[in-house]
C-alpha cells in the first residue's frame, strides 16, 4: 500500500463526561478512499472536527505525511492540503454559487487590501482562471446553470453538493466528507461517488468519507473503519467489514 | 444667499456622514461585526485634530511649545493667531491640515487595533457594549481632562484655509471635503468589489467555514476594523476643521446609532444604500437647523430629525427589511463579463424553446 498521507494516533477528545473520541487511529493511505461507518453518536463528526482543527484533541497526535499538525488552527491545517466538508451544508448565504467556490481558492490574489487595489489586473486575470475552473466545478457537480443564484436559496440537496464543490475548488490533497450523500437521492448520491472515484485517478486526491449510507458507498471505497461509542472497532476492506460481529451488533444496538 | 449658505452647509455635513456610513457598512455591513463604537473612531480623528492644531503649528513654524495652562485658559486667542498666520502662510496651512488628517487616521486605526481585541474574544452582544462604553470613556476623559481639547467647553481649531474669504473660502472646504469623501466612495468600491469584498462577506455569513479554508479571521477582523477606524477618523479629522471647534459633548453614543440607523435604511452591504441613508438624515437634519425658528412645536425642536427617522426606520423594517438598496453580489470585471455572458445565452435557449 502506499504511504499514508494521514495518520491518527490514539487520539482521545471529550467534552466533559462524554468521551466522544477515545484512542482512535486511523491510516489514510495516499490516493485512496477511506471510508468511516458507525451510529449517530459514535464519533465521526467529532474525529472530522479534530483533524481540521476545530477542536482540540485531549491527547493523541495527527499528521499529514511525517507531519504533527496537532492542535494546529484550521487554517493553517488547510494549508497542509486538508479540506473537509460539513455535514450540515454551510455555504456562504448571501454569496452566489460561484463566489461560493471562488473565495476558497488557494492563493488568491487581490484577497488582501493591498493587492486588490494595486495588482488589479493581476487579480483580474487569475479570477478569469479561477472562475472558468469553478465553472468547470459546477458543471461536475451539476449547478452550472445556478451559478449566479444566491447559495441561501438551493435546496438542501444542491447546498450539499455546494459543500463539495467548495473543498474541490480549494485544490485539496485530501478531502474529509462528512455525510456527503445523506439525504440526497440515490442517482445522485451514485454519482457524486462516481465523481470521488475520478477526482482520486485523475488528481490524487484521497478521501476520509463519514458516510451513514453503506449500501451506496461501501462499493466505491477501498477501506473501511467501524466506529462505536468513540473507539474504532473493526476496519477492514468494504465487503468484509459487515460481517465482524462487532460491527453488526453496533448497529443492530445503536 | 441663504440658499446657497444651506446648500453648502448641507453637501458638507453629507460628506461627513458618508464616510461614517461608508467606515460603518464596511465592518457591519461587509464582515458583520457589530461595531457600536463607531463614534470612538470619529472623535478620535477630531481630538487629534483639536488637541494638536493650534499647538503644534505654533511649535513647528514658532518654535514655541506652549504649556499647559495657557492653551486651556487662551485657546481661542491662541488659535486665532495661527488662523492669521495661515492666512499668510497658504502652504503652512495646507501642510498642517494634511499632516493632522494622516495623524487622525493613524490614531484612529490604532484605536480600531485596539477595539479589535474584545472583538475577536467577545460575543457580539458583549462587544456592542464594550464598544458603546469606550467611546463614552473617551468623551468624559476629553471632558474633564483639559490638556486635551480643552476640557467641557471644547477647544477652538484654526482655520487652514484663512487666506482664502468669505464665500469661496466656504466653497473651498466644501470642494475638500467632496475630494476625501469621494476619494473614499472610490476606494471602497474597488476594495469592496474584489476578491477582498467577498471573502468579507464570507465571514460574515459563517467564519467558520472561512476558517476552514485557510483564512485566518483574526487577522482578517483587525484589518477591517482598523480600516474602518481610519476612514472614521479622517471624517473626524475634517469635520473638526470643518466646524472650527471640537467640542467633546458633540460625540456622545447618538451619532454612533445615527450611523447604525443610515446604514439599516440605506441598506447593510451596499455603499449606495449608505450614501442614500445618509442623505435623508442630512437632509431631515439641515432642513431642521435652518428652519427651526419657522416652525412651533411642544417640545425641543432638536429632536424632530431623530423622530422622522425613526418613522423612516420602522417603514423600512417592516416594508424592505434588507434596506432601501439591498446588498448585491461583488461586481468585480470577471462577474460581470459572465453576467452578460449568461444572459446572451438563456435568451437564446428562451427563443429554441
Ligand atoms: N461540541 C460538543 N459538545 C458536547 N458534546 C459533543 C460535541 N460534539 C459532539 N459531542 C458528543 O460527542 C459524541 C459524538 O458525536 P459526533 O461526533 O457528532 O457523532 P457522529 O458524527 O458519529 O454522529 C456524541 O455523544 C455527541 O453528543
Ligand atoms: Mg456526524
Known sequence: MNENILRTFKVTKRFGGIIALQDVSINVPKESIVMLIGPNGSGKTTLINVISGQYKPDSGKIYVYDKDITGLSPHKIYKMGISRTFQIPLPFRKLTVLENLLVVARNVEGEKITSSLFKRKKWIKDEEELAEKAMEILEIINLDHLWDNEAGNLSGGQMKLLEIGRALMSDPEIILMDEPVAGVNPKLANEIMEHVLALRDEYSISFLIVEHRLDIVLKYVDIVYAMHNGRVIAVDSPDKIISHPAVAAAYLGG | ?353
Open chain 2, 1 to 353: 444667499m441663504e440658499i446657497i449658505r444651506f446648500v453648502i452647509d448641507f453637501l458638507s455635513f453629507y460628506t461627513i456622514y458618508l464616510m461614517l456610513s461608508i467606515s460603518l457598512n464596511l465592518e457591519y455591513g461587509y464582515a458583520g461585526i457589530s461595531n457600536f463604537g463607531k463614534v470612538l473612531f470619529f472623535a478620535g480623528g477630531a481630538f487629534t485634530v483639536g488637541s494638536m492644531a493650534t499647538r503644534l503649528t505654533i511649535l513647528l513654524f514658532q518654535g514655541r511649545w506652549i504649556d499647559i495652562e495657557e492653551y486651556i485658559n487662551t485657546d481661542v486667542i491662541l488659535g486665532t493667531k495661527v488662523s492669521l498666520f495661515f492666512a499668510q502662510h497658504p502652504l503652512y496651512g495646507i501642510f498642517i491640515f494634511l499632516f493632522l488628517l494622516v495623524l487622525a487616521m493613524s490614531i484612529s486605526a490604532l484605536l480600531g487595533y485596539i477595539a479589535s481585541y474584545p472583538a475577536i474574544r467577545l460575543r457580539e452582544d458583549y462587544l456592542g457594549m464594550t464598544l458603546v462604553v469606550s467611546g463614552e470613556l473617551l468623551r468624559n476623559i476629553a471632558k474633564n481632562y483639559q490638556p486635551l481639547v480643552c476640557g467641557t467647553f471644547g477647544v477652538y481649531v484654526p482655520n487652514p484655509f484663512s487666506w482664502a474669504t468669505g464665500i469661496f473660502r466656504d466653497l473651498l472646504i466644501l470642494f475638500i471635503l467632496l475630494i476625501f469623501s469621494s476619494g473614499t466612495w472610490l476606494i471602497m468600491e474597488y476594495l469592496l468589489n474584489s476578491p477582498f469584498g467577498r471573502l468579507l462577506k464570507a465571514m460574515r455569513d459563517n467564519e467558520k467555514v472561512v476558517e476552514s479554508y485557510g483564512r485566518d479571521i483574526v487577522k482578517l477582523r483587525i484589518k477591517t476594523l482598523m480600516l474602518g477606524s481610519a476612514i472614521a477618523g479622517l471624517a473626524g479629522g475634517l469635520y473638526a476643521f470643518y466646524t472650527g471647534s471640537v467640542n467633546p459633548d458633540d460625540f456622545t453614543a447618538t451619532k454612533t446609532f445615527l450611523v447604525w440607523v443610515i446604514v439599516i435604511i440605506g441598506g447593510a452591504g451596499n455603499n449606495l444604500g449608505a450614501a442614500v441613508g445618509a442623505l435623508f438624515y442630512v437632509f431631515i437634519d439641515r432642513l431642521i437647523a435652518y428652519y427651526k425658528h419657522w416652525i412651533c412645536l411642544p417640545f425641543d425642536i432638536n429632536y424632530m430629525s431623530y423622530i422622522i427617522l425613526s418613522i423612516i426606520l420602522i417603514l423600512v423594517i417592516f416594508y424592505s427589511p434588507q434596506g432601501l438598496f439591498p446588498e448585491k453580489p461583488a461586481r468585480t470585471p470577471v462577474i460581470e463579463k459572465l453576467r452578460r455572458g449568461k444572459q446572451i445565452k438563456s435568451i437564446k435557449m428562451q427563443e429554441q424553446e
